[in-house]
């Protein structure tokens, strides 16, 4: 009886590894077709997702300096924005470049071995190492030229909100891609709203200059929270007194959970639904 119950055990766990193998061959295999495809279509897509943090970064430093400004919460305003921006772009190119993934990519759900989640998954990974290595580069480039960089203090703690974030957008954007498949408007509504979320963000404008009130308020938006604490952890910024890390992982939690839901009840009508 023992011997076989260790037989199916193991074979339980080989037909895991093989279908983890194909199951990450696939999502191998979309993502090079989903850079292959950008490139046809324009030489300079990657490029412009590359040079999109330091845009925003140009125009955000250009509006601080028309106040006169070079620091911002103790920090010299080229390093408070860069760090603001980085996390603020990993959620909102989350819930808007990966949700279309199913769609774009429908006629391969024909192969048996194709997931509706594969899709997501790649396309997840492509935006989110384009946005953080366009994230680094920038940061480095501007210790280059202005000779200013954040000191990182706690770099492991500033890792880990990262992880966090990127679980909280994976979930959202999973949700949205399941929902998004069925009803389109879902997804201009999100864009549409995606905009004011830089002002609400303290990406542009500090928290810690609004009214205690105010910073209240905010305090429920999970996006603010991870951007206040990764300058913390970043480069020594002091968090506003509303900061709560454990409402904002929490938050990550349930996204994933609720997207991960989500996707199981409806992966076969996703399928079906072509």
Avoid: C
């Avoid at 940061?139 to 990262?162: D, K, N, S, T």
């Avoid at 609004?210 to 991870?226: A, C, D, E, I, T």
């Amino acid at each position: 009886m023992r011997q076989g119950m260790v037989i199916t055990v193991q074979n339980g766990e080989q037909e895991f590894i093989r279908g983890l193998k194909r199951q990450s061959s696939v999502i191998m295999a979309i993502i090079f077709k989903e850079i292959k495809v950008r490139m046809r279509t324009s030489k300079f897509a990657i490029f412009y997702v590359l040079i999109e943090p330091m845009i925003y970064i140009l125009v955000i430093a250009a509006i601080r300096y028309l106040f006169r400004t070079t620091l911002v919460d103790g920090l010299h305003v080229m390093i408070w924005i860069p760090l603001g921006i980085s996390a603020y772009l990993i959620f909102t190119r989350s819930i808007s470049k990966v949700p279309s993934a199913i769609s774009r990519n429908a006629a391969l759900l024909d192969y048996p071995q194709v997931k509706p989640i594969d899709p997501v998954i790649a396309i997840f990974i492509i935006e989110m190492t384009l946005t953080m290595l366009a994230s680094t580069a920038t940061i480095f480039l501007i210790w280059w030229f202005v000779g200013v960089a954040p000191a990182i203090p706690q770099p492991l703690e500033a890792i880990g909100l990262l992880a966090i974030l990127l679980t909280g957008s994976f979930g959202a954007a999973l949700l949205l891609a399941v929902y998004g498949t069925f009803y389109e408007n879902i997804l201009r509504t999100v864009r549409l709203l995606n905009r004011p979320m830089i002002f609400i963000s303290s990406v542009i404008f500090s928290v810690h200059q609004l009214p205690p009130k105010v910073q209240g308020y905010l305090s429920w938006n999970p996006l603010l929270q991870f951007i206040e604490y990764f300058r913390h952890y970043a480069a020594g910024q002091q968090v506003f007194p509303e900061g709560d890390l454990v409402y904002a992982s929490l938050v990550s939690a349930v996204l994933l959970g609720i997207g991960s839901i989500a996707y199981y009840a409806n992966r076969y009508t996703l399928v079906q639904s072509r």
